[in-house]
């Protein structure tokens, strides 16, 4: 399955909203029911960090300014207020079909 | 807490074997597959294959198969990677996670460079 992300890289005033998207080539819905669908932010220098599980649920302690949505093929992640701590590479994940496989990443930068 | 500690960066040539590892600790080691990702300088993640701790069962990324091999030692909550005979281009991080519905903790990393 391959997952592509958009866009590349992103430069965010602070303050203001980002997106990215991530669409997959198949879709994530599991035989169970669940879309195993993460996202994931690598901050300089540090090991991934999982913020979103099965497309929406944020993992504990991730600030509630980071959502997950979308179905199928097709996933969001949005920040509502980007600050200067969200600087970093986000990566989705799919985890529905055995080869797990990574989008290509978003790099999130300040303006 | 839980938590996944990776073995210390590594220096080796181009042919030589290496094993790094990656202990588990806070929680119950065989009821969580363990996956490793790669990821080469300035890249993306790869993921390279899984292991079940309770019976060692793994599967791999054909793109990996038989270039390496995922093991496990339950008694001591730690899992491996090896290889017998690295190449220049396995010069990367090499980060071990645990599945809970996706990837949600992972280790520290262990930096391994393959040069002559």
């Known amino acids: 399955v391959v997952m592509t992300q958009s866009p590349l890289s992103l430069s965010v005033t602070l303050g203001q909203p980002a997106s990215i998207s991530c669409r997959s080539s198949?879709?994530?819905?599991?035989?169970?029911?669940?879309?195993?669908l993460n996202w994931f932010q690598q901050r300089p220098g540090q090991s991934p960090r999982r913020l979103i599980y099965?497309?929406?649920n944020r993992d504990s302690g991730v600030p509630d300014r980071f959502s997950g949505s979308g179905s199928g093929t097709d996933f969001t992640l949005k920040i509502s207020r980007v600050e200067a701590e969200d600087v970093g590479v986000y990566y989705c994940?799919?985890?529905?079909?055995?080869?797990?496989?990574f989008g290509g990443g978003t790099k999130v930068e300040i303006k | 807490e839980v938590q996944l500690v990776q073995s210390g960066a590594e220096v080796k040539k181009p042919g030589e074997s290496l094993r790094i590892s990656c202990k588990g600790s806070?929680?119950?080691?065989?009821?969580?597959?363990i996956s490793w990702v790669r990821q080469m300088p300035g890249k993306g993640l790869e993921w390279m294959g899984r292991l079940d701790p309770s019976d060692s069962y793994s599967n791999y990324n054909p793109s990996f198969q038989g270039h390496v091999t995922i093991s496990v030692d339950k008694s001591i909550s730690t899992a491996y990677l090896q290889w017998s005979s690295l190449k220049a281009s396995d010069t990367a991080i090499y980060y071990c996670?645990?599945?809970?519905?996706?990837?949600?903790?992972w280790g520290q990393g262990t930096l391994v460079t393959v040069s002559s």
């Open positions: 099965k497309v929406s």
């Open positions: 806070g929680y119950n080691f065989t009821n969580y597959w």
């Open positions: 996670a645990r599945w809970d519905d996706g990837l949600g903790c």
């Open positions: 198949q879709s994530l819905l599991y035989s169970d029911g669940n879309t195993y």
């Open positions: 994940m799919q985890g529905t079909h055995w080869l797990l496989t």
